[in-house]
């Protein structure tokens, strides 16, 4: 029984078959035939009835048995002959009529049929199309697209033409098909297989030529016919239109390239006829304070390279005429009594005007500063004497008497005050005056306020350093203890009398005050130069090895007299 029984075991044992290791021609031949047609089938919209598993498994067998490059010159040679004799002669045809519309259906046809041609010979893409470094099966069919369809004769002109002459109709205002053109440029695209390789030379670079001379041909038309102002805002409407075009239906790396086509030929190669136009240029918008149009001019000359250059040069020389037309008209010499307060004031009102300009038109921008500070800095030094004025200028505002400014008011003067200082070369000679009007202010009492004297000097000490405040501070120490000192000497003529003199002093110390340097002679009145020796003996007593020399021009002196009238005659 078991003997029979391993009989019977070895009986139903399978025997599987090699498969076979090669394929006669004719085997061959029968699998390309049937791929053949259903790539044809496919190619005509008939792909209902085709079993694309068996299609599958029939190009691996191929591939498989080495026979590769049999299906993959086949493979080329159906969709060239495809392309050939179907497709192009249909785009043909259409040339004069429905044209675009025709290509855009064929290549999607084309598109649509090379994905499922695509599917079937899977296997050969992985193994055949990697080991001999060739094109895949979808590259290959947008190579053949391109060479036998879209570059093919008269269809790459009628392409290239049709494209132009419909972008052209849109800037003129008609109404176009925007999205055939823009099927048209991604078909460009895809079949430059990663590169935009036939997008640019069968289209981008005649389109951004055309441009060039459409835009050349605009500008000198717009200026003719606008002023800078409106000449700015169809400038500005056309980059936008350009931008808005290439984003919308032409290749959106076509954007920065158009733009730059468009702002060369209407801005950059204009800047200077632009902002010099007569009645209308950078000059007018300056003369008129027309802030916005200004600021347009900035933000469209920053595209271009020295756009900003060529405005500021312009405001440059305006500025310049403007303030050299204050300055020199205080230096003339018929005008030689000229009011240093009017003279600052109008420079101030200036630099508040071009402050506005540069925060609203030019967006606080660093060269326009720069511009603007530089000018200011030229045409204040024209003039030997605005150190004088300037300190002359803050000595009346600090100065009792004037009406009608806060104490924030004045604290806005005195920063724009500073703000000349800035650009005077001669800060000695303003440190001269401004010691000598402090010292009048200080002595006969005129200063409405210590707070903004002491601001003043905190602001031309962290302007320049301690060094340069240090006799002014000096000059307010000695004030402090003349005022202690007095009162300490009205404490001690309790027990005396003057014979009817009203004595302060102010102890002034060598070095920090104007004008000490040789006190002019003298004579005072007996009473008088009494009640000096009263208080030079009470100082001395208290402060002794100090000298004390009388500087009668830096005081002042109030004399009560009683006038009688005439006797009467009998």
């Keep these: 029984m078991m003997k029979g029984g391993g009989m019977a075991k070895k009986e139903g044992k399978m025997r599987i078959r090699a498969f076979p290791m090669t394929m006669d021609e004719k085997y061959v031949e029968n699998i390309w035939n049937l791929l053949k047609e259903a790539i044809q089938e496919i190619q005509r919209k008939n792909n209902s009835g085709l079993s694309f598993e068996e299609l599958y498994r029939n190009a691996y067998t191929m591939v498989l048995h080495k026979h590769g490059e049999r299906l993959y010159s086949g493979l080329k040679e159906v969709v060239t002959n495809h392309l050939e004799s179907k497709v192009r002669h249909d785009v043909l045809q259409a040339l004069n009529n429905n044209f675009l519309q025709t290509l855009n259906a064929a290549w999607n046809d084309h ?12 296997y050969m893409d992985r193994v055949y199309v990697q080991q001999n470094n060739c094109e895949n099966v979808y590259n290959l069919g947008l190579v053949i697209f391109r060479d036998k369809v879209v570059r093919y ?22 109404v176009i098909n925007r999205l055939a053109i823009k099927n048209a440029c991604q078909m460009l695209m895809m079949l430059g297989i990663e590169t935009r390789n036939v997008y640019e030379e069968d289209f981008e670079s005649h389109f951004l030529k055309q441009s060039a001379e459409f835009y050349k041909i605009e500008s000198q ?21 350009e931008a808005e075009r290439a984003t919308h239906y032409l290749d959106e790396s076509t954007e920065p390239r158009i733009v730059e086509v468009v702002e060369d030929e209407l801005i950059k190669k204009h800047m200077k006829t632009i902002v010099e136009m007569e009645g209308s240029g950078v000059v007018h918008m300056l003369k ?57 004031q109008n420079l101030l009102e200036l630099k508040d005007r071009f402050d506005k300009f540069l925060l609203q038109s030019f967006n606080n921008d660093k060269y326009f500063k720069q511009v603007i500070s530089g000018e200011f800095e030229f045409f204040l030094n024209l003039n030997q004497r605005s150190p004088e004025f300037l300190s002359l200028f803050i000595d009346d505002k600090l100065k009792k008497g004037v009406k009608g400014l806060s104490d924030v008011e004045v604290e806005q003067v005195l920063d724009k005050s500073m703000i000349l200082f800035r650009f005077l070369q001669e800060k000695d000679a303003f ?28 602001k031309l000490k962290s302007e320049c350093g301690c060094q340069f405040t240090s006799k ?6 000695d004030m402090t203890l003349s005022n202690t000192v007095n009162e300490e000497f009205r404490s001690h003529l309790q027990n005396l009398n003057l014979n009817g003199v009203d004595l302060s002093v102010r102890v002034l110390t060598t070095g920090f005050w104007p004008g000490q340097n ?18 030079k003996n009470f100082y001395l007593a208290k402060h002794s090895g100090r000298i004390l020399t009388l500087q009668p021009s830096a005081g002042t002196a109030d004399l009560n007299a009683l006038f009688f009238g005439k006797k009467k005659r009998r």
Excluded: W
């Design 111 to 122: 598109q649509t049929s090379m994905v499922m041609i695509r599917d079937i010979l899977m």
């Design 153 to 174: 004769g008269g269809i790459g002109n009628n392409l290239r033409i049709t494209l132009l002459d419909m972008i052209m109709k849109e800037r003129r205002g008609e």
């Design 221 to 241: 038309k717009f200026l003719d016919e606008n002023s800078a102002s409106v000449y700015i805002h169809k400038v500005e409407a056309r980059i936008n239109e």
């Design 288 to 344: 008129n304070n027309r802030m916005e149009d200004l600021a347009c001019m900035y933000k469209l000359f920053g595209r271009v390279a020295d756009g900003h250059k060529t405005i500021g040069d312009c405001v440059s020389r305006y500025l310049r005429e403007e303030g050299k037309a204050l300055v020199t008209q205080a230096t003339d010499e018929q005008s030689q009594q000229t009011n240093a307060v009017t003279y600052i």
């Design 431 to 458: 440190e001269e005056y401004y010691k000598r009007h402090l010292a009048r202010r200080l002595l006969n009492q005129k200063s409405a306020s210590d707070d903004n004297e002491k601001m003043m000097i905190s």
């Design 472 to 477: 002014l501070e000096g000059m307010f120490k």
């Design 518 to 535: 040789a006190p002019p002679p003298i004579n005072l009145p007996r009473i008088p130069a009494q009640a000096f020796d009263v208080f």
